[in-house]
């Protein structure tokens, strides 16, 4: 939490203002591999399930959903996007993954 407060703090890009229909490739090609194209494939990665995005979306700040994308978390590896991409596949993500927590999914951090 921190680490997300001080990268904060540097002035991050606004994430909330990407083009979902732009994200839906960026999805595809960056996330669908292990989280599936309904965001519950959870595709195991060093023993650790891809975590359930129809639950982790809604359940995170653009921004932290951004951290998370960029920077990694756990056993998901950093991806390499722009910060446009990132803004357009957060977009997307709300938009297709409406699940809300229900406390079942593991999550890093709290
Ligand atoms: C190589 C497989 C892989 C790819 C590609 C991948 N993820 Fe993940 N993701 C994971 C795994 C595994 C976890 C669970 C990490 C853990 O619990 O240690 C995870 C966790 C997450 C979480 C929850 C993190 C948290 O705070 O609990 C989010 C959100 C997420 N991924 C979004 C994405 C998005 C968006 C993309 C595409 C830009 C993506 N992932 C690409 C494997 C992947």
Same mark, same amino acid.
């Given at each position: 939490?921190?680490?997300?407060?001080?990268?904060?703090?540097?002035?991050?890009?606004?994430?909330?203002?990407?083009?979902?229909?732009?994200? *839906?490739?960026?999805? *595809?090609?960056?996330?669908?591999?292990?989280?599936?194209?309904?965001?519950?494939?959870?595709?195991?990665?060093?023993?650790?399930?891809?975590?359930?995005?129809?639950?982790?979306?809604?359940?995170?700040?653009?921004?932290?959903?951004?951290?998370?994308?960029?920077?990694? *978390?756990?056993?998901?590896? *950093?991806?390499?996007?722009?910060?446009?991409?990132?803004?357009?596949?957060?977009?997307?993500?709300?938009?297709?993954?409406?699940?809300?927590?229900?406390?079942?999914?593991?999550?890093?951090?709290?």
């Amino acid at each position: 939490m921190l680490l997300i407060v001080s990268l904060l703090a540097c002035g991050s890009p606004d994430y909330s203002n990407g083009d979902a229909s732009a994200g *839906a490739s960026v999805y *595809a090609s960056a996330c669908e591999s292990c989280h599936g194209a309904d965001g519950a494939a959870g595709v195991a990665v060093d023993g650790v399930a891809a975590a359930d995005l129809q639950f982790e979306t809604s359940d995170q700040t653009d921004d932290e959903l951004a951290d998370v994308i960029l920077n990694g *978390a756990g056993a998901m590896p *950093a991806q390499t996007l722009t910060d446009t991409e990132t803004a357009d596949c957060i977009a997307y993500m709300r938009q297709t993954f409406t699940g809300t927590d229900t406390g079942d999914t593991a999550e890093i951090g709290g």
